[in-house]
């Protein structure tokens, strides 16, 4: 089934769209220890390349040069000269190299940018640099861009910013991030598809994306793996995660309901009900779901307890199961919402404490986060009145475990509208995204933490990716719900 | 004209051959701070090429390798991690580079290279390098070279090595050294050519870099740049020295003795005039060739006094065209053939003493030097059994200063022939071309003194170039003596 999978896929792959941006920078003369910084004017993915010839004389050995690729301005104030992250150091975007001849020269890697800076390490010899362009790549057609339009600035720059950092992640797969990890993962597939719904459309590219982890193994308990790579072979990760397997069948379930394909719907049924017999092999005696800490994501969020969350993205998921088999009148609907039931009950006898009147599982330490809160509204197990109090108490609870990541974000946003607290959730918006917004970018980051900007869960804020799919979906809230 | 002599010398442009070599290297298991070395059987010059592939699992991140290309085995000792010569540091071939998908990775430089040391300076996981292979390239035709057969094994190593060397040198032109400068000089072309006489006999290359220097402009003294680049512009040197300027006469007078081509010799006759009558304005108001010592070679050797061999270039010159124009009739021969007589008188008064019995220029310091005396027996300033005396002195002598490149040693070998001295000349070539042979070499040395194998002209010696063209004349006289 592997090669049927890996070939559906590829019958989906996407053209390359491929323009070139020429910045406005002035030929310069440089001489050993000069540097010269290149604006782009926007920040893109791709290819540089640039002029460099002699001055007043011919440039007898090679010039060695280091180029560093910046996402945003404050990237420009980092000291490259050290690294303490966990994260592999080649993730970094520079590179240093020699040019053994006058004349255009293409670096062969490709970079997400706005600025580049060039430093002359070693030149025997003046000379200048001169004519750089960016060949700038994405796979979306940005001519069939929906329009968007506010009379506030800031949204209208909220939603061009997410509509960048989509753009610039979608390549022949839904990457996480152009700059690192380039790859596609679940958690940014779904959301990423959810953002292209309302903006560029591209409905086959989502299709490839489903396919590819369709084809990916899945571990003893039945889940899939967070992430594939698939180039230049397909190569399936090996760290499989429950939500992600869980997300994989919501982005199955907003495919149908935005392109309506039955036939793929029911191509890949197969792996949904696997999933969901894996999830619900895996309740415990209370009916909680009960996996290990290191088999799910929820958030890059330290001390994080992820229990309830994790249940919650459950409920969630077969809220969205249910509702989607309904709609096509499918038989296995009733099992799926008669677990949903059930799982309701269990969160709400188990998980939620009524002194409190919050999700505060004693199970699992204890802990008040949005997460938990967020996670419980979603998934029904608190509606109406109560889901909007739950949900204004947790996001200005002092003491309360805040999300680090626009991923998190995301869903905290959406637990929001879900409880009717549509004035919240722009107030959401505008801080987390508008927040980024005022630092001066043109993509929204991978990890954001109001008030702390540098905050990395890498330990080194130098490889985090600074224009990263999950933080796009921005514009798939102003859109959907028609915010202006 | 410099359009007409440069389309002359392109459309002798030649063929470059492409040969891949396979090293025999297994497939290597690496991690963070291992390092493999490649040893590719013999010294190339060319492009690297190598699969990367993941171990266990996929290399999920860029994979950062540092390259080093060493021309000897000796090479491989050096500290590299400081460099405190006054050429500039980009010559050290080395490249960091990164890889970002598993596959094959082709190093768009070029090298020139024996062995290949490859160090992991980050990876995420353990991988392996394979299929190691080296795209040789060189303009020469190894099919057409010339035989050479000796029973002796020292004698056949330095023919083996010369030749390699040469072939090593020839690309786009003659080049002084694949791995630094990588460019035409007239000195060495000289020397290449002659050598190529008695191997590869491709004389459309000598053609070539004949044209491009005539294309070359000349400084207000008359004299020709000492080197030109012609890729990927033709662009003239900046140093004009007069005896590689002369050494352009002999260069031409050496083409017609071993080709014929009077056409060729007509043409480029008004640039020799030209550069005869510069040299011939030179003399003092003793006869004595006097220029500024920045405007000639001679050798790198430090606190060289060169007058006098600067003065033997000349009359070496005068030397070759006189006969080279004696040999096809022309009316000039005997205007040379004069100036030689009176410049072979005024050597022997103003630079000779009597006294000493050796060429000790009082006005120039008083140095005794194997460089001025091996120089004035190549002029004829002394001839038959005195000049065998003066050679077989200077060369043994204990105060005497000793040449430290094989481009001297080559002009001090051929004094010992125009001396009549066979067996030291045999001797002198086994002490320096079977010396470096000893070290256990594929290639001839920029600089080589007996005794210091370490020296560099450079003030550090990971900048030298251990395959350079002008010690590839050992060749030229193992055959053209045919000494077996």
Redesign the interface.
């Known amino acids: 089934m592997r090669e049927y999978f890996i070939e559906k896929a590829d019958a989906n792959l996407p053209q390359i769209r491929k323009t070139v941006i020429k910045p406005d920078t002035p030929t310069t003369l440089l001489r050993k220890g000069d540097s010269i910084t290149v604006d782009l004017g926007n920040h893109y993915v791709g290819y540089l390349s640039f002029k460099m010839w002699f001055a007043d004389?011919?440039v007898?050995?090679?010039?060695?040069l280091r180029v560093r690729f910046f996402e945003t301005k404050m990237e420009m104030d980092y000291d490259y000269s050290s690294y303490g992250g966990w994260?592999?150091?080649?993730?970094i975007q520079e590179?240093?190299i020699?040019i053994?001849?006058?004349?255009t020269f293409s670096l062969?890697?490709?970079y997400a940018a706005r600025y580049v800076r060039v430093e002359v390490v070693?030149?025997?010899r003046d000379f200048t640099l001169s004519d750089f362009e960016f060949l700038a790549v994405t796979s979306a057609d940005v001519s069939s861009l929906l329009p968007y339009k506010s009379s506030d600035p800031e949204l209208s720059e909220i939603d061009r910013v997410a509509v960048n950092t989509l753009k610039n992640c979608m390549q022949r797969v839904y990457e996480d991030g152009p700059k690192?990890?380039r790859?596609l993962w679940i958690g940014d597939l779904r959301l990423e598809a959810l953002a292209n719904y309302y903006t560029f459309r591209d409905t086959a590219l989502v299709k490839r994306c489903l396919y590819l982890f369709a084809a990916a193994d899945r571990n003893s308990l039945g889940f899939l793996p967070g992430f594939v790579?698939e180039?230049?072979?397909y190569?399936p990760?090996?760290w499989h995660i429950v939500d992600y397997s869980m997300m994989y069948v919501n982005t199955l379930c907003d495919y149908y309901e935005h392109v309506g394909d039955r036939e793929m719907f029911d191509e890949l049924y197969p792996l949904v009900l696997d999933i969901m017999s894996s999830a619900n092999n895996c309740l415990d005696s209370e009916g909680i779901l009960t996996v290990p800490e290191n088999d799910m994501f929820i958030d890059w969020c330290e001390g994080l307890k992820k229990q309830t969350a994790h249940f919650g993205v459950y409920l969630y998921t077969l809220g969205n199961l249910t509702r989607t088999l309904e709609a096509m009148g499918h038989p296995d609907a009733a099992i799926f919402a008669s677990r949903l039931e059930e799982g309701r009950a269990a969160a709400r006898r188990v998980l939620y404490s009524e002194e409190l009147g919050a999700f505060v599982n004693e199970r699992d330490g204890g802990q008040y986060s949005v997460h938990a809160n967020a996670w419980m509204v979603l998934g029904g197990a608190v509606t109406g009145s109560e889901a909007a109090r739950v949900m204004r108490e947790v996001i200005s609870a002092k003491d309360s475990v805040k999300p680090f990541t626009p991923y998190m974000h995301h869903y905290t946003v959406e637990a929001l509208f879900t409880a009717g607290l549509h004035t919240e959730a722009l107030e959401y918006i505008r801080n987390i995204w508008g927040g980024m917004v005022k630092l001066g970018t043109d993509t929204f980051f991978e990890a954001y933490v109001p008030g702390d900007p540098s905050f990395s869960p890498y330990s080194d804020n130098k490889v985090n990716s600074m224009c990263h799919a999950w933080s796009c979906t921005a514009t798939y809230f102003l859109r959907k719900y028609e915010i202006k």
Do not use: Q
């Open positions: 004389e011919y007898d050995a090679p010039v060695t994260l592999c150091e080649s993730w590179d240093t020699k053994d001849f006058p004349g062969p890697r490709r070693h030149t025997p690192r990890d790859r790579y180039y230049p072979i190569y990760g090996s």
